[in-house]
Nanobody
Framework: QVQLVESGGGLVQAGGSLRLSCAAS????????MGWFRQAPGKEREFVAS????????YYVDSVKGRFTISRDNAKNTVYLQMNSLKPEDTAVYYC?????????????????WGQGTQVTVSS
């Protein structure tokens, strides 16, 4: 089991940027594909982005393509989500998750380990 702790959330104006971080501990970080999900009030949790163990494959939901970038630093056991051109509809709690699908951790992969979430609020 891997333990995940997110940070970097906050309040930002529309058009602004934030970078979320997720620090992992426990089992070897490189054995996992990593993902970011979000849940807005009254809505179901949705997939945002994911990345393979070596960064060679990335996946994004259409609504964030061109604005968000997922990356990872295996030496630091950390995965990042750089969010640019933020919109009010990006407001949500953002969760980091780990999948045993280390090569192709797409939206339907089994993400079994989750962080506690970090709040992102985008004001108009």
């Amino acid at each position: 089991q891997v333990q995940l702790v997110e940070s970097g959330g906050g309040l930002v104006q529309a058009g602004g940027s934030l970078r979320l971080s997720c620090a992992a501990s426990g089992r070897t970080f490189v054995t996992y594909g990593m993902g970011w999900f979000r849940q807005a009030p009254g809505k179901e949790r949705e997939f945002v982005a994911s990345i393979s163990w070596n960064g060679g494959s990335t996946y994004y939901v259409d609504s964030v393509k061109g604005r968000f970038t997922i990356s990872r630093d295996n030496a630091k056991n950390t995965v990042y989500l750089q969010m640019n051109s933020l919109k009010p509809e990006d407001t949500a709690v953002y969760y980091c998750a780990a999948s045993s699908s280390r090569w192709f951790p797409g939206p339907k992969a089994d993400f079994a380990s989750w962080g506690q979430g970090t709040q992102v609020t985008v004001s108009s």
